[in-house]
Every structure is written in C-alpha cells, then in structure tokens.
C-alpha cells in the first residue's frame, strides 16, 4: 500500500524529470536559433537559391493534379452505385449504365483540364 510520502516524492521525482526535459529542450532551441542567426547574417557563404521558376513550376503541376484524385474517387463512387443499382433494379441496365458512362465522362473531363494545366506548367516558360 502506498503510502501519501511515496505518492509525494514520485511527484517530486516526476517535476525532476520534467524540469531536466524543459532545460534540454531550451538548451536545443537556443542553439537551433543561434544557428539560424549565425548563417542568416553570414553573407560570405553563397547558397542555392531553391525557390526558382521550375521549382514553382513543378509545385503548381502537382497541385493541379490534385484534381485527378477527387475524379477517381468520384468514379469509383459512381461505378459502385451504379453496381449497387443494377443489384436492386437489373431491367434498368442500359439506362443506369448511360447515365453512368455520361457521368463519368464529365468528371473525366476536369482530370483532363487538371493534366493539361499541370503540362502547360511544367513545359510552356
């Protein structure tokens, strides 16, 4: 059975342990940021400037693309109930497959817009 000076001397142990954490952690921060200060004001060091048209460029392309994803999740979406409809109502087979493929068709359409503004991106300066 534990008794409140055990409980009081884990607390008192816990804080230690906390307290040496806190004091690492803001040894490290000081030295990241003593760090960050020193090659900030150091202009003798030439560096790479990463942030170059290409670099947008290709950033833009990938966001672009982004809308390909909601396309084929919206795809699948629709296939899967158009399954799910013919499972209920199989006499109305052409009409939910055309009303399927039309569908599918106009989603298709924003992933081709979404590819052609990713190549434009990348390709045309």
Same mark, same amino acid.
Request: net charge negative; with cysteine.
């Given at each position: ?12 142990? =816990? &804080?230690? !342990? ?8 803001? @040894?490290?921060?000081? +030295?990241?940021?003593?760090?960050? @200060? !020193?090659? =900030?004001?150091?202009?003798? #060091? #030439? ?9 947008? =460029?290709?950033?833009? %392309? /990938?966001?672009a693309m982004l809308g390909? #994803? ?9 296939? /899967? @109930? +158009?399954?799910? /409809?013919?499972? *209920?109502?199989? !006499?109305?087979?052409? !009409?939910?497959? &055309?009303?399927?493929?039309? /569908? %599918? %068709?106009?989603?298709? &359409?924003?992933?081709?817009? %979404? ?9 045309? *300066?």
């Open positions: 059975m534990t008794t409140f000076i055990d409980l009081f001397t884990n607390l008192a142990d =816990a &804080s230690d !342990k906390i307290n040496s954490h806190a004091n690492n952690i803001h @040894e490290s921060t000081h +030295a990241i940021s003593t760090i960050v @200060e !020193k090659t =900030a004001l150091d202009t003798t #060091t #030439t560096s790479t400037n990463l942030f170059t048209p290409a670099f947008g =460029a290709g950033v833009g %392309a /990938g966001c390909a #994803t909601g396309v084929g999740i919206g795809q699948g979406y629709t296939a /899967g @109930e +158009a399954v799910d /409809g013919l499972a *209920r109502n199989p !006499k109305m087979m052409s !009409k939910i497959r &055309s009303t399927m493929l039309i /569908g %599918a %068709a106009i989603a298709e &359409s924003s992933a081709i817009y %979404a590819l052609i503004i990713s190549i434009l991106l990348i390709f045309v *300066r």
